[in-house]
């Protein structure tokens, strides 16, 4: 086969189309494209920017959450008009464009769970030559980090954090926490500093280090202006795919949203935890009663959507006399044991941040902690609204619907208190606060009933197709992401976790997205 670079994209006869641009899906295009004679056409709803094109308001570190013009529209919950479902990117790079930039993957013991359900080849020995393939990072043991990866992971000197994170960190040491000097080790249990995909960019360097340091996303990581001149790699930007299309079980491309089609021998899903599993309903892999529901010819009958999570979290906000610098915006995090957690696992983190609303506190100083029951057991779900490729997904998180998941958090809660009775933070810490501003209560009935009322989203959405050995009730796919029943059809992104990693999500797809590339790649280009 010969590539024409400039031929019209909707001509070209690819053997791999990769829907969604984001933390998994510029990893697969990147590594699929290395074999140069294999054609890759990446499809991205949202814009397209490399390194140097960034917007800066996109690209600075610090700013978080990324703006209209990068985020989709905000998912609705079924059966209700409540917004749901947390905050998506559309944008190449995904999340790793809007993100918090905290890069620490899933501990061993996520693991060592998946492999005991039946994914054997995911085992903590297996998946972490992927994570160091993944990284550049300037510190840690070699044991367990890669030094010659895409993504730069930076650790700041305690000293270079701000006085109320450096307190926050002392103050657990003196609860008795443990310190631990890197929270990417296989069970990295205490209080550490948060490592960071960021970079600084010298380009100005009259600025602050805080102003100059930018995200490295997966489009400037994996997407490198070389990347992008390969000849059997094409990028379609600002465009939205609807489905995928079958000849009877196998796949022979995808549908955009405007109709138009485009062919390739194989098609890998990479468009997130909810945009994944849309696109799978509508293109007829999803429960028969609710494909029937909207009209939509069955392709496989499975349990796309059924098995969504996210980790529950309350933000809490500690309003404090001490110093007001609210740079760099993250800290420390804690990660911790409750009394309901297994002796290998890490069911809490407290991760400090300075994204607190300071002019809710009466000092104007405050800092922010997200408690967050990181290894929940609730379960949500995903449903489409119709079959129109332009309305969004239906979300329901549930969260908090499995009554541990509470106890998880009330400890959490009690955790964060007990660090502030001890100095450095107990002669500031004024008192600690819910993201609407109440106070947390002390007497438990009352905590129970705000953490019910104050749970949210961590924007760790996973689990919408996830993988499973046959005959799992849940399973949508086996451990290297094909669909099952069908041929020519992967799924690599925040999906196919089992359940929820009890950590942030970005190094974990990553990963998840180098694994299943190297298996794509062994399997060679005509294999499905
Ligand atoms: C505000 C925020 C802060 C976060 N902070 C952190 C953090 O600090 N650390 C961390 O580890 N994790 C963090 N996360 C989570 C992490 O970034 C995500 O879990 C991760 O990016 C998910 O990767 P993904 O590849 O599954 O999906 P995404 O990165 O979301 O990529 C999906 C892509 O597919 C595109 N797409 C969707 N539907 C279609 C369609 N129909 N056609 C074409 N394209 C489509 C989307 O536009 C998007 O670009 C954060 C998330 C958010 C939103």
Same mark, same amino acid.
């Given at each position: ?71 989709w529209a905000h998912t609705q919950e079924i059966g209700s008009s409540k917004a749901s479902g947390g905050l998506r ?184 935890a909810i945009g994944?599993g849309a696109i799978l309903l509508r293109?007829?892999?999803g429960p028969k009663e609710h494909l029937a529901a909207h009209s939509i ?6 349990p796309v959507g059924q098995a969504l999570m996210d980790?529950p ?8 006399? @001490? #110093? ?7 800290? +420390?995090?804690?990660?911790?044991? &409750?009394? !309901?957690?297994? =002796? $290998? ?31 929940p057991r609730s379960r949500g779900k995903l449903e489409l609204e119709s079959a129109d490729p332009r309305a969004l997904p239906r979300v329901s998180l549930n969260l908090l619907s499995v009554?541990?998941d509470i ?45 019910v009322k104050q749970v949210d989203s961590?924007l760790?959405v996973t689990s919408s197709a996830?993988?499973?050995?046959? @005959? #799992?009730?849940l ?5 290297? +992401?094909?669909?099952?029943?069908? &041929?020519? !059809?992967?799924? =690599? $992104?925040?999906s ?33």
């Open positions: 086969m010969t590539f024409a670079k400039n031929s019209k994209i909707a001509t070209r006869d690819y053997d791999i189309i990769i829907v969604g641009g984001g933390s998994a899906g510029a990893v697969m295009a990147s590594r699929l494209s290395e074999n140069r004679n294999q054609c890759v056409l990446l499809i991205e709803a949202g814009a397209s920017y490399t390194k140097s094109t960034f917007p800066p308001q996109i690209a600075l570190g610090r700013r978080v959450g990324g703006d209209a013009s990068t985020t990117a559309k944008i190449l790079g995904g999340g790793s464009a809007i993100n918090a930039a905290a890069f620490v993957r899933a501990p061993r013991s996520d693991f060592d769970r998946w492999a005991a359900a039946g994914l054997r080849d995911w085992a903590y020995e297996q998946v972490l030559p992927y994570f160091k393939k993944s990284e550049k990072a300037d510190y840690g043991n070699d044991e367990w980090h890669g030094r010659r990866g895409p993504i730069p992971v930076h650790l700041r000197r305690k000293d270079e954090l701000s006085k109320t994170a450096q307190a926050f960190i002392d103050a657990a040491l003196q609860a008795g926490f443990l310190s631990n000097d890197d929270l990417n080790k296989p069970f990295p249990k205490g209080i550490g500093i948060y490592p960071l995909n960021v970079q600084d960019d010298p380009g100005n360097p009259a600025l602050d280090r805080n102003d100059r340091e930018i995200r490295v996303n997966t489009a400037i990581a994996y997407l490198t202006d070389d990347v992008r001149q390969r000849e059997n790699l094409d990028i379609l930007a600002d465009t939205e795919v609807d489905k995928v299309l079958f000849n009877g079980h196998h796949v022979r491309g995808v549908q955009l949203a405007d109709g138009r089609e485009l062919t390739a021998r194989q098609v890998v899903l990479s468009a997130g994944s293109s007829g892999v010819h069955l392709v496989a009958d499975l980790q979290n309350v933000y809490l906000q500690v309003f404090i006399e @001490g #110093d007001g610098a609210i740079l760099p915006a993250l800290g +420390g995090k804690l990660w911790e044991q &409750s009394s !309901l957690a297994a =002796a $290998d696992q890490l069911d809490i983190y407290l991760g400090f941040n300075h994204f607190a609303n300071l002019a809710q506190s009466p000092t104007g100083k405050a800092f922010g902690i997200i408690a967050c029951a990181c290894r009554e541990s106890q998880i958090l009330i400890e959490a809660v009690a955790m964060m208190r007990r660090i502030a009775a001890h100095e450095p933070l107990r002669s500031q810490a004024v008192s600690i606060h819910f993201s609407d501003g109440s106070e947390v209560p002390t007497d438990l009935k009352s905590l129970r009933e705000a953490i961590t760790h996830p993988m499973g050995p046959l @005959g #799992d009730p399973a949508v796919l086996d451990e290297q +992401g094909r669909v099952y029943g069908l &041929s020519g !059809l992967r799924v =690599a $992104d925040a196919i976790f089992p359940d929820v990693p009890s950590v942030a999500t970005n190094p974990t797809v990553i990963m998840a997205a180098e694994y299943i590339a190297d298996r794509i790649k062994q399997a060679g280009p005509s294999a499905a």
